[in-house]
């Protein structure tokens, strides 16, 4: 079956440590997006990719970092530097880019719970 | 900017009755409305699409409909049903193309 697979399902850290979180597809999709996800608050954009080796910034990107070398994997990257990265970060896809196709609905991982103490 | 507001953030209702969602956009210049469901401690499942030119999309028991001009954008639920229990996220494609989201709203349907 075709989909987004996101590793780890849960994921501890201490202060200080840089972690990485993995996102894979199989759909054949171009776009792909990272979001967070943190209670009563919409999910926030953090960075996206519409095509190998090009990504682009979200709303929230400080402390993240990615990379998009290959079609199938979008990692994330959660820095030191960001002040408060406990949160659920969610991977989506999507057939096309934002403006190419932008009625494509997105598809989603099930998510990494990242903690951090 | 687009603001997305979804009241209210739970809603607990009896098996086999109808409810409405609500979803309040603040600008009208929207592509699209996107309406999602989500699982405790799972991604989020696309559920309705709906276009900027259309009123309203179905699928199954669902209903989503559209109202540029109020802002609105309505799910409705027939027959409700405890698998039905889940959060349902609404989101709004701005002029940027970028996805600005509800902070959703918690269903229970009680057997």
């Known amino acids: 079956d075709g989909g987004i697979t996101q590793s780890p399902k849960y994921l501890f850290r201490k202060e200080g440590q840089n972690v990485t979180l993995s996102c894979e597809q199989n759909l054949n999709h171009d776009a792909m997006y990272w979001y967070r996800q943190d209670p009563g608050q919409g999910l926030r954009l953090i960075y996206y990719?519409?095509?190998?080796?090009?990504?682009q910034k979200g709303d929230i990107a400080e402390g993240y970092s990615v990379s998009r070398e290959k079609k199938e994997s979008f990692p994330l990257t959660v820095t030191s530097a960001q002040k408060n990265p406990t949160a659920f970060y969610l991977c989506?896809?999507?057939?096309?880019?934002?403006?190419?196709?932008?009625?494509?609905?997105?598809?989603f991982g099930n998510g990494t719970r990242l903690t951090v103490t | 900017k687009q603001e997305v507001t979804q009241i209210p953030a739970a809603l607990s209702v009896p098996e086999g009755e109808n409810l409405v969602l609500n979803c309040s956009f603040t600008d009208s210049a929207i592509y699209n409305l996107q309406w999602f469901r989500q699982d405790p401690g799972k991604g989020l499942t696309s559920l309705l699409l709906?276009?900027?030119s259309q009123r309203e999309q179905t699928s199954g028991r669902l209903n989503a409909s559209l109202d540029k001009s109020s802002g609105r954008s309505t799910l409705y639920i027939a027959a409700s049903q405890p698998g039905d229990s889940a959060t349902y996220l609404c989101?709004?494609?701005?002029?940027?193309?970028?996805?600005?989201w509800g902070a959703g709203t918690k269903l229970i349907i009680k057997p």
């Open positions: 989101a709004g494609m701005d002029s940027n193309y970028q996805l600005i």
């Open positions: 990719s519409q095509i190998v080796n090009d990504f």
């Open positions: 989506a896809s999507s057939s096309q880019g934002r403006s190419a196709s932008y009625n494509s609905p997105l598809h």
């Open positions: 709906i276009q900027s």
